[in-house]
């Protein structure tokens, strides 16, 4: 039987939380931290994240906060959480950020900050140190979107018998000021229909 | 020294990002590290990098850090006893 489910859009000019527009007047990373300071607020290490990290972490406290989970990983559910990411162009924006403090032989400062965003499964981090999951962590770099290959993998997340439910979805931003982002809760047993679930969000995202 | 003190405050918050905090916020003799500003071991690299693009100060051993960066005051002294730029 399918179960309702909640999603998050999060794209350079839009946020959308099951269909509902949410209000804002910035566009890029500053729309990002105008929705941090608006509903989130208690974390300034997003002033830190690449990215990549600020708008996979804003698209899942938004989604936590519209399926009711104030504080997350407090409660054997949800720390037998799973995070399944995906993406196509993996940490590029952070590698080309951190590229441009090595780039020139006079001015040779390599920043250890922008340094630990050059892997993309850091977003994923990100998410579970914040709602302490303690299921599994993944992002799977991809040649395109496809519905088909992000459900059988989201599957594949409840193969332990421990994983409980998966924060899943897509993140990708291929240079500063420009992401699209797509979340959305799995629980066990709820498989059904997800490959379409995920396919017409994903049409929506125009990737 | 007031200056300089100032100076180094708002270079702190422009490099570690600490977007919602103003220098007045950060006390003078308040430990950056653990409580205070809550700043980890990648701030304290970052710390280390400002040193030197800023003020020419290459830390040969960055245990020194701990004890530079146990406050504003005293890494404002460290400064202007080291610089070379």
């Keep these: ?207 | 020294m007031e200056e300089m003190i100032l100076k180094l405050k708002q270079e702190i918050i422009e490099v570690l990002n600490l977007e919602d905090v103003q220098p007045d916020d950060i006390n003078n003799d308040a430990p950056l590290f653990g409580e205070g500003l809550g700043l980890d071991s990648i701030d304290a690299l970052e710390l280390i990098v400002l040193m030197e693009k800023n003020y020419g100060i290459k830390l040969q051993d960055p245990a020194k850090g701990k004890e530079i960066f146990k406050s504003v005051n005293v890494m404002a002294d460290y400064i202007q006893k080291n610089r070379t730029k």
């Design chain 1, 1 to 207: 039987m399918e179960k309702e489910f909640s999603y998050v859009i999060l794209d350079s000019g839009r946020a959308v939380v099951n269909g509902r527009s949410l209000e804002h007047e910035q566009t890029g990373n500053a729309m990002l931290a105008e929705l941090y300071r608006a509903h989130i607020g208690d974390w300034p290490k997003f002033f830190k994240m690449d990215t990549l990290s600020k708008a996979g972490f804003v698209a899942s406290e938004l989604l936590f906060k519209e399926t009711g989970e104030t504080r997350c990983g407090q409660d054997e559910f949800t720390a037998h959480r799973a995070v399944v990411l995906f993406g196509t162009t993996a940490s590029l924006c952070a590698d080309t950020n951190y590229q441009e403090t090595i780039s020139d032989r006079d001015n040779y400062y390599p920043s250890p900050a922008l340094f630990v965003y050059t892997l993309p499964n850091i977003v994923t981090g990100e998410i579970a140190i914040r709602g302490h999951f303690r299921g599994e962590t993944s992002f799977y770099v991809v040649e395109r979107p496809d519905a088909a290959q992000m459900a059988f993998h989201i599957a594949c997340a409840f193969d332990d018998d421990v994983t409980d439910s998966v924060l899943a979805g897509w993140v990708d931003s291929r240079r500063n000021d420009d992401f699209q982002t797509f979340f959305t809760l799995v629980e066990r047993g709820a498989l059904e229909g997800l490959e379409d679930r995920i396919r017409t969000i994903m049409n929506n995202l125009n990737i």
